[in-house]
């Protein structure tokens, strides 16, 4: 997690001097400015991957640290912080902040830049000082081995572990992976978009104008993920509560409406939420006005308080609750049986086990036949099906750019052409919104979970 809080504090100042770094070196010139936009482009890539290490340890150390009693609860504290430093970054993003930060840079970005690597930084330093762990070290000698060799294994495990997934881990994969393809449209386009709804609106291009409406829009958007975020703990049952029964479903009981809801579970939110999204998404093809898009930027703030609590809290959940054989209350691992007190309850690591090569044997109703994954690697692969689509979005996009609006570059507004029917970027929004009722309908299995 510091390692990789440091890689993302380095590349985000390394975006936000790329022309003053490069020119410096090679002088004002086409070399200079064609080396400066790959090295902008890299940049973004290797800030990708390093923003997913610090996610993927942050939520890690949430499985590891917290009982399967306080994994829900756990898992909404992390969306609210989550929720809480997106409302600040889009607060400075709609700010001119050199005015109110001149030592820190020129421009927003620059500013921004500098305060996000300081705010990371801090967090997490603050984290690796309260945090404790166990170290799973056994004192035995281990034959060393090359690192292309340690690679491939690495990378041969992580694919036999993809291919043997318990079936609730893969449904929620399942749902991850078309959720977040719905996902990236908004979070790659959404300014763009708005900013082109202003220009179409007034009749005239207007970069600095529209993207400031954009931001504005992603600033409420951003508000009301934050009151979600607190508000609907309060309001979803916890799991585990059976009180709201087939027996009381038929009839209309005033007990029902209680808070917390006893019908509304947080799989059956997380599959409401992804509705929300194909709703927002599928709305864009009527959005004339950049209130009508601030709108429903709003609405699409409930979803995302969700995205960021449901599925982390539910994958959590099975890991800790099903490390032990049901009914024992002990681990399996290769056939060896560890009481409970003697573990840490980790997607981490498992500690005091007298092997790394231990396996945790998930036996659950599903059909797993003994299957055994290495719990240390579920986060990854769910990771995995975050991040890859990201990737299919950005190709898919560049498609329909390429095929709609040939030769436009889309993140200049400048360019649009308020009397152009075309809508490349809704498009993409539209179909990200398919892809999240996809998403919505698979979900519907985690209920029974």
Known sequence: ??????????????????????????????????????????????????????????????????????????????????????????????????????????????????????????????????????????????????????????????VKSIRNLPEPVQNICNVQFFAWIGWFPFLIYSTTWVAEV?????????????????????LVHSLVSLMASFLLPFIISPSGDTKFTCTNRSHFNWENLRLPLPFLTLPKMWTLSHFIVAFVMLGTWFTNTVAEATFLYGILGISWATAMWAPFSLLGEFIAKNSRQLGTGSLQCNNEVVEPDEISYGLVETTNIQSEEHLVSFTGDYDSSQISCDAGTLLGIHNIYIVLPQFLVTFFSSVVFAIIEPGSEKSLVDEVDVNSNKDAIGFVLRFGGLMALIAGILSIKLWKA
């Open 1 to 158: 997690m510091i390692v990789g809080s440091l890689v993302v504090a380095f590349i985000l100042i390394l975006i936000g001097w790329t022309k003053e770094i490069i020119f410096g070196i090679f002088g004002e010139n086409s070399f200079a400015s064609t080396l400066t936009i790959w090295l902008a482009v890299i940049s973004i890539y290797v800030l990708d991957f390093a923003i997913n290490i610090v996610q993927a340890t942050s939520r890690a150390l949430i499985v590891d640290c917290l009982p399967p009693s306080q994994q829900e609860e756990g898992t909404a504290w992390a969306g609210k912080m989550g929720v809480i430093g997106s409302a600040m970054g889009y607060f400075m993003g709609f700010v001119e902040l050199p005015a109110i930060f001149p030592f820190f840079g020129n421009t927003n970005l620059k500013v921004l830049c500098i305060l996000a690597s300081l705010v990371l930084l801090s967090c997490n330093a603050l984290t690796w000082w309260a945090v404790k762990e166990k170290v799973n070290y056994d004192g035995s000698q281990k034959e060393s081995i090359s690192v292309l060799s340690y690679t491939f294994e690495t990378i041969t495990s992580v």
């Open 198 to 218: 202003y220009t179409r609106t007034v009749g005239k291009p207007s970069s600095e104008v529209g993207t400031r409406a954009g931001s504005f829009a992603l």
